[in-house]
């Protein structure tokens, strides 16, 4: 599972390249064989050929130890998919999920703290916050789903699933899930750890060659593993021929954000988190813990 994944992640950059050169009237790699198809390989292959220097200041052994690290948290996640010959899903997987996501915020950290550099420091201090802000919704927003399906299996969720979709009846959750996953990632609106046009990349700005490849991959594979939840949460059974095109639907609705969408500002992202989130998502949780009952 681990090697699809990865190869996955290849395949996901080269359509986000792609989607981007689209919206914004170009036409994206095209050049590494028939259309752009061996662009991400080719990509790879400069990245861990470059040197990987380590910045004078720098405590060495955590700097260059801690983008592994982020990529092992990145496929320890994918251990809760509940495959469909082999069902190594357990009753609090999705609990285990949640776990996983939430140490993912300590290897940016400690990759930021540890490079010694000014911006790397500014950029996981950005994390640090907005992680602490978006997380306690994020979790209650979980336990309306826990409530509702009265599991917190992942087989659970597809067995409940076989006949209507949670989508219909959790759609404000849907919403409210599919924001915080944003938050969660990173990604566009939400990017302020690798603020690009004031930070120069934030948290990873010393890193280059493989550790760099390294943080981009568990970046990229946290976005799929995103869409996979989203999909098994509220559209449908794993099942269904078109899982796998309901996932990269998700995954390319999060590409078009980032196509689409200026960043958020900071204090509104603080704003929105302890003020809109946090007071919806209590009177959520009561709602459907009632209904369930």
């Known amino acids: 599972m681990s090697l699809f994944s990865l190869i996955s992640v290849a395949f996901l950059t080269l359509l986000e390249r792609k989607v981007l050169g689209f919206v914004q009237l170009r036409k994206g790699p095209n050049k590494s064989g028939m259309v752009g198809i061996f662009q991400p390989f080719s990509d790879a292959i400069k990245l861990y050929t470059k040197e990987f220097f380590i910045p004078l200041k720098s405590n060495d052994y955590p700097y260059w130890v801690t983008p592994l690290i982020a990529l092992g948290i990145s496929l320890s996640a994918w251990v809760v998919y509940p495959y469909f010959y082999l069902l190594s899903s357990w009753k609090l997987s999705v609990m285990y999920m949640f776990c996983v996501l939430s140490v993912g915020v300590y290897s940016i950290m400690v990759s930021g703290w540890f490079s010694n550099s000014s ?3 500014l950029g996981c201090m950005r994390v640090l916050a907005q992680s602490i802000s978006y997380e306690v919704s994020f979790f209650f927003l979980v336990l309306c789903l826990l409530y509702f399906s009265e599991s ?6 597809l067995v ?3 006949f209507t979709w949670f989508l219909t009846f959790l759609f404000p959750i849907f919403l409210m899930l599919l924001v915080s996953f944003l938050a969660e990632l990173n990604r566009t609106p939400f990017d302020f750890s690798e603020g690009e046009s004031e930070l120069v990349s934030g948290f990873n700005v010393e890193y280059g060659g493989s550790g760099f490849a390294f943080i981009f ?3 990229y594979l946290s976005i799929l593993f995103s869409s996979v939840v989203l ?3 509220f559209l449908g059974s794993l099942t269904e021929y078109l899982f796998y095109f309901k996932m990269g639907v998700v995954s390319v609705f999060i590409i078009i954000i980032r196509g689409t969408l200026p960043r958020y500002r900071y204090d509104k992202l603080m704003s929105m988190c302890w003020k809109t989130y946090l007071t919806v998502v209590l009177f959520l949780m009561l709602f459907y813990s009632i209904i369930s009952l």
Do not use: G, P
Request: glycine letters at 0%.
């Open 119 to 121: 911006y790397s420091i």
């Open 152 to 157: 917190a299996s992942m087989l659970e969720f």
């Open 160 to 162: 409940f699933q076989q």
């Open 231 to 233: 999909a098994l949460f």
């Open 217 to 219: 991959l568990s970046e």
